[in-house]
Every structure is written in structure tokens, then in C-alpha cells.
């Protein structure tokens, strides 16, 4: 950024919001992108980047595949946004080529213009030119109208979360099960990676309110806990919901929770299959074994069932050194994990480190799996797990 463009940035930051309002168009409201340099936008009405521009000088609203949050201020033609942030998902090459656009058409100052229901913000040299249509007023949709409550029916795991702008770190497992009520609510419960919650989400007007949530009173890790907070925090008041694609993402003024639905079980093969502890017999990489004795404890994987607090299938298990659990899956021969594995950060000899084959990491590969009597092989690349049931 260069010199200028901070003096400019300065200014507008300590300009005082009278003159903001009295020398600026008003951008209260929500705005729907509809076309990147005057080309119109390929991505269904869902899919779409939406901004909601807050009175008290809050950006909101999702890039196309993230949830983002930040501020913003005003000077005549000009439009400042600060603190930009936004959570940190995959998604299909086309809503991630419209997230860069998104990103860099928003970042830093920008001339701007609103004729009537059409917002233009244009970057450096009229490069990179935003066309949004403004799809609500203070909060009342217009343009598009929210997905029915039925559709998001089901289970959904968390795969993204922030609080005041800024992304937490997803460190347990957090999944929520909604119920459509017969009166129109939608009834929540469900884990926040700590403690289990329930509560109910209402209709009101084109966003929900959230009521009190019931919480058990369990102490976790202090990461987990942040992560508890922030989650509460995205389901405590007035709370605006967006399906796009297969996310599902909750947002209030104090943060955001995306989630996505809960992969189907694999029917060729059922969890059962697996049900039981498991200890670590042989490792072979590229057809070489590796030394077992490299581990101070004895590695195992431990397969449960699903149960009240989750509604999953649960692993947990030791990889030499660290205890780990998480969620997981079978899908077309593979064990997918996640979408966290948390870990206990006990100190391992450097040694241990160096030369110890990594069990975590082979599970979050994704590995190749089979299961022959007591046997179970998973495989990653040129390297070979088998374990023997106990």
C-alpha cells in the first residue's frame, strides 16, 4: 500500500461519522454482488457474496464461500474498509476465483457509488469493479428470500467460526442437530466441542431469534472454551441465516458459526465394522519397517459408537505419546476424520518426534482402509499401518 493510500485511509478514519453521513450515500443494509467488471456472476441466488453494512460501522456478510466481518467508513466518493476478516474454507474453484475479487475489490480505499438499489465499489485505476444490488433495508429482505427452515433439517458439523472479526479456532469437534417445530422454530442441540447445548431458534420478520441457551457445565482446555464462547456468541439474540450450497452459516453482531452438513453414512460399510480398540502391530514405509520401539507408549485407535453428546461415530486412541479424539467416517474405503482431531500437547522427547512414524497425520490423509478378521491395514501413500484388535 503505498504512502498515500495510508494518508487517505487516515483521514477517512478520523473523519467524525456527521460528516460521513452528511457528504456519503447511505449503505445501510444488505447488498447482493450480481457482477464482477460488468460481467454478471455465474453462482446461484444462494451462492452469491452478500455485505451487510451495519449502522454502528460493522461489515458483515460472506465472500461467496466465507463468512467475513470488518468495518468501514465514508468520505464522499470514497469507502474504507478496515479489519477485514474472514473465515478460511475450502470451497469449488469458481467461488473461490469470485472470493479473491471479493477480497481485493473490498481491501483498503475504494471510490464507490449507490444509484438507486445498485451499489458500485471500483479498485485502483477502475480495476476490479463490484456490482451489488441491494437486497434488503435495515434488515428486511427484498431481493431473495431466506431457504425454508425445513431445509436445513438435520445433523450439521462446524467447519468455521469467528468472534468480533476475528477467526477462533475450531479445537473439539462442534456439531448441532436442527428440528423444524411444528409452530415454525427451529429447535437446536447439539455439542459446542465442550458442553452440550440445546435451545430454539424463532421466526422474526427475515432473521431469527435465538432464546436462551441451556449449557452443561463441563471445564475444558482454554481453546476449547474460547471456541465454546465464540459459538454461544453466534446463536445469543438476533440471528440472520444463510444457506448457501451446503453451508449453513448463523451470524449476529458479535460473530459467525458456518457449518456444514453431516457427510452420509457409507452404506457399503457400517462403523460397526470397526467398533472396538485397536493396538499398532506394524508400520512400512516405502516396504520398509519401521521401528516400533520408537514410541513411548503403546499406539492404539479405540472405534465408538454414536451416542447423546455425538451423534457421530467417535475415535480415539494414542499415537506414542499424545492421546487424540474426533469424529469420523467411512466414505468409499477411506476413514475420514474430523473436521477436527483434537489432540492432548503433552511434551515428547525431540527424539520421539523425529524418528516416530505420525499417527495424526496418516489420519488426516484420510487413509485407505480394510478390515480382515482382527486385522485392520490403513494405508497412505507408500506408508502402511496395521493393527490387531484386542
Known amino acids: 500500500m503505498t504512502y498515500k493510500t495510508l494518508l487517505l485511509g487516515s483521514l477517512l478514519l478520523a473523519s467524525s461519522a456527521a460528516a460521513q453521513t452528511s457528504s456519503a450515500p447511505a449503505l445501510s443494509g444488505e447488498w447482493t ?22 449502522a454502528d460501522r460493522t461489515l458483515s456478510g460472506t465472500s461467496g464461500c466465507n463468512a467475513l466481518n470488518g468495518q468501514f467508513s465514508q468520505r464522499g466518493p470514497w469507502l474504507l474498509v478496515s479489519r477485514l476478516g474472514t473465515t478460511r474454507m475450502a470451497c469449488d474453484p469458481e467461488r473461490m476465483n469470485v472470493e479473491s475479487y471479493v477480497l481485493r475489490g473490498l481491501g483498503g480505499v475504494h471510490r464507490y457509488r449507490v444509484e438507486g ?101 463441563m471445564a475444558c482446555p482454554g481453546p476449547v472454551m474460547q471456541q465454546e464462547t465464540a459459538v454461544v456468541a453466534a446463536l445469543t439474540g438476533a440471528v440472520e441465516a444463510r444457506l448457501s450450497g451446503t453451508t449453513l452459516t448463523l451470524s449476529t453482531d458479535k ?8 457427510a452420509p453414512a457409507d452404506n457399503s460399510v ?49 499415537d506414542g505419546c499424545n492421546t487424540l479424539s474426533g469424529d469420523y467416517r467411512l466414505e468409499e474405503g477411506r476413514l475420514k476424520v474430523g ?27 484420510g487413509p485407505d482402509f480394510s478390515v480382515s478378521g482382527a486385522t485392520l491395514t490403513l494405508k497412505s501413500g507408500e506408508e502402511v499401518w496395521v493393527f490387531t484388535r484386542q
Open 255 to 262: 460473530g459467525s458459526l458456518s457449518l456444514r452438513r453431516a
Open 339 to 365: 473436521p477436527a482431531l483434537a489432540s492432548t500437547m503433552r511434551g515428547c522427547p525431540s527424539q520421539w518426534e523425529q524418528n516416530a512414524p505420525e499417527l495424526t497425520r496418516l489420519l488426516q490423509a
Open 117 to 217: 438499489r445498485t451499489l458500485t465499489v471500483e479498485g485502483a485505476a477502475g480495476k476490479d469493479q463490484l456490482t451489488f444490488t441491494a437486497a434488503g433495508r435495515g434488515g428486511a429482505e427484498v431481493a431473495d428470500k431466506q431457504p425454508e427452515a425445513q431445509d436445513w433439517s438435520g445433523q450439521w458439523t462446524a467447519v468455521a467460526l469467528t468472534q468480533g472479526g476475528r477467526e477462533v479456532a475450531l479445537s473439539a469437534p462442534a456439531t448441532l442437530r436442527l428440528e423444524r417445530g411444528t409452530d415454525g422454530s427451529l429447535n437446536i442441540s447439539g455439542t459446542t466441542g465442550c458442553n452440550r447445548l440445546s435451545g430454539t431458534l424463532t421466526p422474526a420478520g427475515g432473521q431469527w431469534q435465538a432464546g436462551p441457551l441451556a449449557l452443561t457445565r
Open 33 to 54: 454482488l450480481t457482477a464482477i467488471n460488468g460481467r454478471a456472476l455465474g453462482l446461484s441466488p444462494e451462492e452469491r457474496p452478500r455485505l451487510k453494512f451495519g
Open 270 to 318: 457400517q462403523p460397526a465394522a470397526l467398533s472396538g480398540r485397536y493396538q499398532l502391530s506394524s508400520v512400512t514405509r516405502s516396504g520398509r519397517s519401521a521401528d516400533l520401539s520408537t514410541f513411548m507408549e503403546p499406539v492404539y485407535l479405540e472405534f465408538g459408537q454414536p451416542s447423546q453428546v455425538s451423534p457421530g461415530p467417535r475415535l480415539s486412541g494414542s
